[in-house]
């Protein structure tokens, strides 16, 4: 069946490093592609997708290519902020119905 | 904008109590969900619906019961409750279309079963 990997985590930076959190998935057809991040005592809110091969999706400097020759949605930010200490999670949207699966979550801290 | 609500936020169960998580969106959406978040192991699917009516089995099902009157809530029922189900359950709904698919989550229901 379909899924999702994530590297394990904890991720523990310094501020203005670059990150990278990799994912990889296994599906079959053409799923969309997500990134979650969930603040502490938070539910999920999305920080970007693509919906095919190639689409880049951005959003509050974080990027993520659509790989397919590799199966791959690497996370990646330039300069990251104490901010952005909180919890992603990579995710495929299977079939029509748009059942998500996700991956087990990465968490990311991020110290002055 | 209320996007998704669930309620409550906070319950504590004895083993073979039952309840029901609430969930309510004023957003339209045809598709609804139900997830559990374990540590270390994402969210898992319970139970989902595609319209008012319809409802289907996740990845993770036994011990919970849905149904869908409106567009609008999706409850999700505990029939039993057991410690295995101590866990943060989120409710999430999106649109069915490719472009607009991306899911929109409540704040989470942190269910302890004692």
């Known amino acids: 069946g379909n899924s999702v990997t994530q590297m394990e985590g904890p991720v523990t930076l310094s501020e203005e490093a670059f990150l990278t959190i990799n994912c990889t998935y296994t599906a079959t057809g053409y799923p969309s592609l997500f990134w979650y991040v969930q603040y502490p005592g938070e539910g999920l809110q999305l920080l970007l997708k693509?919906?095919?091969?190639?689409d880049k999706g951005s959003n509050k400097g974080f990027e993520a290519t659509y790989r397919k020759e590799t199966t791959s949605f690497h996370l990646e930010k330039g300069s990251v902020q104490v901010s952005d200490s909180a919890v992603y999670f990579c995710?495929?949207?299977?079939?029509?119905?748009?059942?998500?699966?996700f991956g087990a979550g990465t968490r990311l801290a991020v110290h002055p | 904008n209320a996007g998704v609500t669930q309620t409550p936020k906070f319950q504590v169960l004895k083993t073979g109590q039952s309840m029901t998580l609430q969930c309510a969106q004023d957003m339209n959406h045809e598709y609804m969900s139900w997830y559990r978040q374990d540590p270390g192991m994402g969210l898992r699917l319970i139970h989902y619906s595609v319209g008012a009516g319809i409802t289907d089995q996740g990845e993770v099902p036994n011990g919970y019961n849905v149904s869908r009157s409106t567009t609008e809530d999706f409850p999700l029922r505990l029939l039993s409750a057991a410690p295995s189900q101590t866990s943060v359950y989120f409710c999430?709904?999106?649109?069915?279309?490719?472009?607009?698919?991306?899911?929109?989550f409540g704040q989470g229901t942190r269910l302890t079963v004692v």
């Open positions: 693509a919906t095919k091969a190639d």
């Open positions: 999430a709904s999106s649109y069915p279309q490719p472009g607009r698919n991306e899911a929109f």
């Open positions: 995710a495929l949207s299977e079939g029509g119905y748009n059942k998500l699966i």
